[in-house]
């Protein structure tokens, strides 16, 4: 994956942070994420990114096969205003999964952004709470 074709995010937040070293980001994704970060003019702090099944299947109830593992998904910690702007400009990008996550310490704080197809199991558009 080129550094450059998407400048504001590093190999290093993308990769499944179980440490099996695996990446695999859809790049019509990762487009539209860039394009999302230019439109935000802020940084966007990704906690988690692609997950291989079994991380996956450990952090989340959507098991071995949930959004992360797609590669068309991220989570951006973000709070207070920053999150309601965020997911105002989600909206014009066309993002299709949004989860919002903004109980708790600001730290703890995130919006989960996906392009995940419309299907079986997995209603798009949506919108969430955690």
């Known amino acids: 994956m080129p550094r450059t074709r ?3 995010f590093s190999k290093n937040e ?3 942070q179980c440490g099996c070293g695996q990446l695999d980001m859809d790049p019509d994704f990762m487009e539209r994420l860039e394009q999302l970060r ?3 003019d802020k940084p966007m702090t990704v906690t988690s990114a692609f997950r291989c099944p079994n991380h996956n299947s450990q952090v989340s109830s959507t098991g071995f096969t949930g959004p992360h593992v797609t590669g068309k998904s991220v989570d951006i910690a973000v709070s207070g205003q920053d999150a309601f702007d965020l997911l ?3 909206f014009l990008h066309n993002f299709t999964g949004l989860g919002i996550s903004q109980r708790g310490p600001n730290n703890k704080r995130f919006i989960h952004l996906d ?3 419309n299907g079986p199991g997995r209603p798009r558009p949506t919108i969430w709470s955690y």
């Open 6 to 8: 998407w400048p504001h």
């Open 14 to 16: 993308l990769t499944c």
């Open 38 to 40: 230019v439109a935000f």
């Open 88 to 90: 105002a400009l989600a």
């Open 115 to 117: 392009t995940i197809e």
